[in-house]
């Protein structure tokens, strides 16, 4: 676009007789830059310049990931704008409770899990960011990591698999991690089950908090059952292609592609109060009997929580 | 340890006939402290070695123990665990002298009354590199899938013969460097002979943690090792990560995304992906280096990010007109902040 144009269409080669190849270099600077002002404002140079410097910085690689592969400039510039708007608009998030999360140091939040999809991790952490201003750093099951993009995708927005050994790295190191002790049993039941907590894993989020030392924060999350309702599954398939399960959903696979929008249910999140840890000793993470106290207290926690949300929920889509 | 950093050290390095063993051998020849330094390898080394003295041996037979025994060796320096066959053969020839070679050099260290220290040069890929590792390993974990083959598989048993030598002789420091991808501007490995393709094949969809070592932070941790005498397993890497899409972009490679399952069946251009590297550009691997610092009290120079900088010198940029039209817009606009 910066070459100068040709005199005059008197060219022999099919490029010389392109229709571009008429207009002069004024016009296509005029143009670009009304287009300029139309999306950058009357600031538009240094708008631009500034844009410019953010595309050169990222596509000469010269912006930095922390050890477990979090891209924090494109997490906050990109995902997380994208996520906002359905936050905001979509599902109307109504965060509660933000204050039970510490403003610095290790903490670990401790969720319910459904939806089909971990469409409530993304949500909480565009709240945890957007009313806190801190990052959360979700911890994923192993398939997350072995699935292309998505485990590349997981990775640059910050999570990390789920193993004590990379949970209590994090928690040491001041980080708010996020864990979804349902898992697939969570996300993937039916909607006739919804609401109802499964089975909290072996509690080792429990042991690695005891072993740091750092507060449980208890999350209960409304809203996001509805968003995929399943009502089928296809474990025949789901078996073939190695995922825990396939879903049928009202209007997927029915309606092809349509039916992958989330239904616009109303979403309540609520912080509960932290649960602390630190008058434990850490070798005390070790024994059974307190891990399982605990996971059953966060547990119970969660579904108490659960249900009196319910309640105040006007309908589901109010 | 006052008569291990004393004058008169003897070392005995294997390996010399590569560059890193040549290299290394070399300095270590030049300084103060040492009194001499025999070089081994079954192939003569292929430039200058300065000062020190070859025995040309095969480590596999016993002829070794003799040397060592000889020459009043107090030190073995052991880096002639190979990544790559290169001009010694195939690849069982490549086992042979991996595996076989260290249990003979062993056998030859447990009867020497001499030895005081033994410095084996391994790698971080005994860790392996999977979807289930940990964002960091530290010394103490073990890789989640035990390699089967190849490379790794070498490196585990080397280190399980190395540890079992340690116990049997507990008056012998032996120390483990678990060292990361060396990169540098002279440095031909797999891993850099990847990066120097002007066009670079990514696994699709997979964009791996890296980490580098810088090859003068090799030298440089080996000489510490030797110097300092620290009994144990460290690992050894430079500081921070990167991703394997931010190496390409800060070298200015083009890279093409080739499918999982295609990629271990594509030959780039007669270049070979063994499966360890595979492993590695697709789930990538970092490594905790505490102990390093905190035990071993080794400082790398370089970071990362320095190492693939120097490295990036040495190469000819291949994919840089989008940043070169960037930069042509920016110069035109005022303001641009600079």
């Given at each position: 676009m910066t070459e100068s144009a040709a005199p005059g269409i008197t060219g022999t080669t099919t490029r010389d007789r392109h229709?571009?190849?008429?207009?002069?270099?004024?016009?296509?600077?005029?143009?670009?830059?009304?287009?300029?002002?139309?999306?950058?404002?009357?600031?538009?140079?240094?708008?631009?310049?500034?844009?410019?410097v953010f595309l050169r910085r990222r596509i000469s690689g010269q912006y930095s990931v922390d050890e477990y592969g979090f891209d924090r400039e494109l997490t906050q510039r990109f995902m997380l704008a994208v996520l906002r708007p359905i936050k905001e608009k979509w599902f109307r998030v109504e965060v509660r409770g933000i204050e039970n999360i510490p403003t610095d140091g290790g903490a670990l939040i401790v969720s319910n899990h459904s939806g089909t999809i971990p469409m409530d991790g993304l949500m909480t952490m565009v709240s945890i960011h957007d009313e806190l201003g801190r990052d959360l750093r979700p911890l994923g099951a192993d398939l997350v990591f072995r699935m292309p993009i998505v485990g590349?995708?997981?990775?640059?927005?910050?999570?990390?698999?789920?193993?004590?050994?990379?949970?209590?790295?994090?928690?040491?190191?001041?980080?708010?991690?996020?864990?979804?002790?349902?898992?697939?049993?969570?996300?993937?039941?039916?909607?006739?089950?919804?609401?109802?907590?499964?089975r909290f894993g072996r509690g080792g989020f429990v042991s690695s908090a005891l072993r740091t030392g750092v507060p449980i924060v208890p999350l209960s999350v409304v809203g996001a059952e509805e968003i995929y309702p399943l009502v089928g599954n296809i474990p025949a398939l789901a078996k073939v292609l190695g995922v825990p399960y396939l879903p049928i959903t009202p209007f997927f696979p029915l309606l092809g592609p349509l039916g992958l929008i989330p239904l616009p249910s109303k979403w309540l999140i609520e912080f509960g109060e932290?649960?602390?840890?630190?008058?434990?000793?850490?070798?005390?993470?070790?024994?059974?009997?307190?891990?399982?106290?605990?996971?059953?207290?966060?547990?119970?926690?969660?579904?108490?929580?659960?249900?009196?949300?319910?309640g105040e929920r006007a309908s589901v889509f109010g | 340890m006052a008569e291990r950093t004393g004058p008169g050290r003897v070392l005995l390095v294997t390996g010399v006939s590569r560059d890193l063993g040549r290299r290394f051998a070399?300095?270590?020849?030049?300084?103060?402290?040492?009194?001499?330094?025999?070089?081994?390898?079954?192939?003569?080394?292929?430039?200058?070695?300065?000062?020190?003295?070859?025995?040309?041996?095969?480590?596999?037979n016993p002829v070794i123990a003799k040397v060592i025994a000889k020459e009043e060796v107090d030190t073995v320096v052991h880096l002639s665990v190979i990544a790559t066959p290169g001009t010694t053969g195939g690849r069982s020839t490549m086992k042979e002298l991996n595996v076989i070679g260290t249990m003979q050099l062993l056998a030859a260290c447990q009867t020497a009354p001499s030895l005081r220290q033994v410095v084996v040069k391994s790698t971080t890929q005994v860790y392996g590199a999977s979807s289930r590792d940990p964002a960091m390993f530290t010394e103490s974990m073990e890789p989640r899938r035990t390699p089967s083959s190849g490379y790794a598989r070498d490196v585990a048993d080397v280190e399980s013969y190395v540890r079992g030598f340690a116990r049997r002789r507990p008056d012998v420091a032996v120390t483990v460097l678990r060292c990361a991808n060396v990169l540098g501007p002279r440095v031909d490995s797999p891993i850099a002979a990847h990066f120097r393709r002007s066009v670079v094949p990514n696994v699709l969809g997979y964009d791996p943690r890296l980490q580098f070592l810088h090859e003068q932070d090799l030298y440089g941790v080996l000489e510490h090792a030797v110097r300092a005498g620290v009994p144990g397993t460290f690992n050894v890497a430079g500081d921070g990560v990167l991703?394997?899409?931010?190496?390409?972009?800060?070298?200015?490679?083009?890279?093409?995304?080739?499918?999982?399952?295609?990629?271990?069946?594509?030959?780039?251009?007669?270049?070979?992906?063994?499966?360890?590297?595979r492993a590695l550009l697709t789930y990538g691997r970092g490594v905790d280096t505490t102990r390093m610092r905190s035990l071993l009290g080794f400082e790398p120079r370089f970071t990362t990010e320095d190492a693939v900088r120097d490295f990036a010198d040495s190469v000819k940029p291949s994919a840089n007109r989008a940043d070169r039209a960037l930069a042509a817009l920016e110069s035109r606009l005022t303001g641009a902040p600079r």
């Open positions: 229709p571009l190849r008429a207009i002069p270099a004024a016009d296509w600077a005029a143009a670009l830059e009304s287009a300029a002002k139309e999306v950058f404002g009357a600031e538009w140079e240094e708008q631009l310049a500034r844009f410019i590349t995708i997981a990775r640059k927005a910050g999570a990390t698999l789920a193993c004590s050994e990379d949970a209590e790295r994090m928690l040491r190191n001041g980080e708010l991690v996020g864990v979804w002790p349902e898992g697939f049993k969570g996300i993937g039941k039916p909607y006739s089950e919804r609401y109802k907590l499964q932290p649960i602390r840890t630190d008058a434990y000793d850490a070798t005390e993470a070790d024994d059974p009997m307190l891990v399982f106290n605990v996971t059953d207290q966060v547990r119970e926690t969660i579904q108490q929580t659960l249900y009196r949300l319910l | 070399r300095a270590a020849a030049r300084h103060p402290n040492v009194e001499r330094v025999i070089g081994v390898d079954v192939a003569p080394p292929r430039g200058d070695i300065g000062q020190v003295g070859f025995v040309r041996a095969d480590i596999r991703t394997h899409s931010q190496v390409a972009r800060r070298l200015q490679r083009m890279t093409v995304p080739i499918p999982e399952p295609v990629f271990g069946l594509t030959r780039f251009g007669g270049g070979e992906y063994p499966a360890e590297l």
